[in-house]
């Protein structure tokens, strides 16, 4: 496709120019369709300075192109902006159209999704006025892409299918191509695999209709690598994804493209590794391998797969050495990873998170086979920091952030813990569910025979029926999970009396309050006071200092920003104010996001309680908390909590009172496990789905005042206001008193 957009803004006015700037011109695009990318750019920079009107603007989306094709995006973008800039006013209608429809592309690339669709609505509207079939199927096909990242999937569907109309009228093989395996992705994000396959099927013939060259090898990689992804679900497309691969190698040797090569070998490895044929597998892994010394993208990939392969062979010492070579490879690259990445949302969760786990994975598999008490706790030990590591990467790749965890300081040992507190690692594995139990004589592990899609689940229906005040439908997956997750430990945990568990959630797990799992006769918070961490590593566990302590209240009680009122916060914002001797109060208006900064940055507040609405999204540019004037990001709570001459140490408490996150998403309930650590507070109180504000009062003020007249520690001081809550008959559904987490030090 590219090359015919090359072809197609090739319209250069080289009459007066005169033959060295053509020929220079003409030089580039030969460097570009031999893929020698790096060359044309150095030929089109250099060419740059020299040209205007209508040359510099297709010389500058040239130049794009190709730093696209060598993943520099934000040069593209650059680029592309130097171009429209100049065709506002010397361009054609169809060098704006064309340009707006590459910068809707690369700002989706750069996770600019508002841009995105601007520049490429505006495109569109041109584009209509042309009737220009190319032009359109290239506009709707990216539009596809910015409705797919928003999960806009119907919308994405009819835009795919319209780029696939337009393409066709064209004969455009390439974009048609590209048209239909998006649709296909979509097809399969809605778990509609049937469909998605017709969309392959219509796909195949069409590849061979592009001209052979690396362009075409790169194309049957893409479609390969989809075909792979859905042959799990359709066993028989193992032999359509040996077809593609195998002639992606053959252009690959054709045209001398190791890169090619390299993902060609890397992905026909993959093939085989299905088919269990893992001799062959492993061959063609090592060769991938060789071919992306200077890859490490691909270099973390195959030294994942050869760990892959290895385990299935039962080489599990040399697997394990895959795997941390491939973790190796993986660190320094992992943020890079999601540039470039129009659909970004699962390279995580499809790319990354798999890595940690399959070490993990295997680490627990061999504890759980020795007979030396030694080697297992050094097992146990191995996999649980892999565990830890992983949970530090997923707050990184939330928050976009890499400092959000590297710059917390780790004072407490893993392996030393209060004697009546466990710290409960449940992970949630493709063939069975491990449970991780860390007390203060070492590492306890218990494996459950329960899959992580099943698990997953029942889940997502307990916490869709628990949020159900009128029922108690929940109580049948409440009374499940505790099967699973805590009647396995319970007779450790009473050997030990254990009263505090600090839960370390596992994907689908951090959607739901483990106080309202049900045991048949009473909920888990009426036997344990109940903490929740990203990761206990990155916890910083410490009494709460129980004298001078100085809160700020700040409250929003009058609707603003088309948000409801919440008529009980006064009351709520009286009854803690009157706890302590040294607290200040911002009240609607004096709530302001000026009003904040100015209150923070005269007085280090120890407690910092808001009681506004506020949400937490998939999208951490997203999530917010409401103040009276404007909208308080997690940065910006970052900024004002930071630590400063005036605030020489983190605030101890932070509590969000009636936020929530979105509905059943997990990545969105990472966002909000995160928030202690993204705000530099030691510790949070926020809960996960809007509580009515009456019963959000009574519990909330119960808290402080445990934590004020008693030396409780948080979570213990959260159990009692949570039980008193679960006393009074009005609020006894867990919907009421469930959803407040304590996130972070739970001393």
């Not at 072809?7 to 460097?31: C, D, H, K, P, Q």
């Not at 200077?294 to 994942?304: G, H, K, M, N, Q």
């Not at 943020?335 to 970004?344: A, E, P, T, V, Y």
């Not at 009157?578 to 609607?588: G, T, V």
């Amino acid at each position: 496709m590219r090359n015919l957009l090359v072809r197609l803004i090739l319209v250069i006015s080289t009459v007066s120019a005169g033959y060295t700037v053509a020929a220079s011109v003409e030089e580039g695009r030969l460097f570009f369709e031999n893929g020698q990318y790096k060359k044309a750019i150095e030929q089109w920079e250099v060419l740059l300075p020299q040209l205007s009107g209508n040359q510099q603007i297709d010389v500058s989306t040239q130049l794009a192109i190709a730093y696209l094709k060598v993943g520099q995006y934000p040069s593209a973008y650059a680029s592309l902006q130097i171009a429209l800039s100049v065709a506002e006013s010397e361009g054609t209608a169809t060098q704006k159209t064309l340009i707006y429809s590459y910068l809707g592309d690369v700002a989706l690339a750069l996770h600019q999704i508002t841009p995105a669709k601007r520049y490429l609505e505006q495109g569109l509207a041109i584009a209509r006025t042309l009737n220009d079939p190319n032009l359109m199927a290239h506009l709707y096909n990216h539009l596809g892409n910015v409705a797919n990242v928003e999960k806009l999937y119907p919308t994405a569907r009819k835009y795919y299918a319209q780029a696939i109309e337009q393409a066709k009228q064209t004969n455009n093989a390439a974009l048609q191509l590209q048209a239909l395996i998006n649709q296909a992705r979509t097809y399969f994000k809605q778990d509609n695999f049937p469909q998605a396959l017709k969309s392959i099927k219509t796909a195949l013939p069409i590849i061979n209709q592009l001209p052979a060259g690396q362009e075409k090898g790169f194309e049957l990689i893409s479609l390969g690598h989809f075909i792979l992804r859905i042959q799990k679900q359709q066993p028989q497309l193992l032999l359509t994804a040996h077809q593609v691969m195998t002639e992606a190698l053959q252009l690959a040797e054709t045209y001398e493209d190791s890169r090619l090569k390299a993902y060609a070998k890397m992905y026909l490895g993959q093939v085989y590794e299905r088919g269990a044929r893992y001799p062959e597998a492993l061959k063609l892994t090592r060769e991938s391998a060789f071919l992306a010394q200077d890859e490490p993208d691909l270099l973390y990939r195959t030294a994942w797969q050869r760990g892959r392969i290895l385990q299935a062979q039962n080489d599990f010492d040399a697997a394990i050495i895959a795997y941390r070579k491939s973790l190796e490879y993986l660190q320094p690259i992992r943020n890079s990873l999601i540039i470039g990445q129009r659909d970004f949302s699962d390279i995580f969760k499809m790319r990354i998170r798999p890595v940690y786990f399959s070490l993990a994975d295997i680490l627990l598999q061999k504890a759980a086979s020795t007979t030396s008490a030694q080697q297992k706790a050094s097992f146990l030990a191995q996999a649980r920091d892999a565990v830890e590591q992983l949970k530090e990467a997923e707050l990184q790749d939330y928050f976009q952030d890499e400092c959000i965890t590297a710059a917390k300081t780790r004072v407490t040992k893993l392996d030393r813990l209060d004697d009546n507190t466990a710290v409960f690692y449940p992970i949630l594995l493709p063939d069975r569910t491990e449970l991780l139990l860390s007390l203060p004589d070492g590492i306890h592990q218990f494996t459950v025979d329960v899959n992580a899609e099943t698990l997953t689940k029942t889940v997502v229906q307990f916490q869709k029926n628990l949020k159900i005040r009128t029922k108690w439908d929940f109580l049948e997956q409440s009374k499940q999970l505790y099967q699973w997750l805590i009647k396995p430990i319970q007779r450790v945990l009473e050997q030990y009396q254990i009263n505090t568990i600090v839960v370390v959630p596992d994907g689908a797990l951090r959607m739901i309050p483990f106080a309202a799992l049900f045991d048949g006769k009473n909920f888990l918070i009426q036997h344990y006071a109940l903490a929740t961490t990203p990761g206990l590593a990155l916890t910083d566990p410490r009494p709460l200092p129980r004298t001078n302590i100085s809160v700020l209240l700040n409250g929003l009680s009058e609707g603003v920003q088309n948000f409801s009122p919440l008529p009980n916060v006064p009351q709520e914002i009286e009854k803690i104010h009157a706890l302590f001797d040294k607290s200040s109060i911002l009240l609607n208006q004096e709530f302001s996001l000026k009003g904040v900064n100015h209150a923070l940055s005269i007085t280090p507040y120890s407690i910092v309680h808001m009681a506004s609405h506020g949400q937490f999204d998939p999208d951490p540019r997203k999530t917010f908390l409401l103040t009276y004037d404007d909208k308080l990001t997690m940065d910006g709570l970052e900024r004002l909590l930071t630590i400063s001459e005036i605030r020489k140490e983190p605030v101890e408490l932070l509590t969000l009172s009636a936020c929530q996150t979105a509905v059943g998403d997990e990545r969105a309930a990472l966002g909000l496990a995160g928030v202690a650590i993204k705000a530099g507070a030691r510790s949070a109180l926020a809960s996960l789905w809007f509580v009515n504000d009456e019963s959000t009062a009574l519990l909330v003020s119960e808290f402080y005042q445990q934590l004020q007249t008693t030396q409780l520690s948080k979570a213990l001081a959260l159990q009692k206001a949570q039980k008193m809550l679960l006393k009074n008959r009005m609020f006894r559904h867990p919907v009421y008193w469930a959803a407040f987490l304590l996130i972070g030090n739970w001393l």
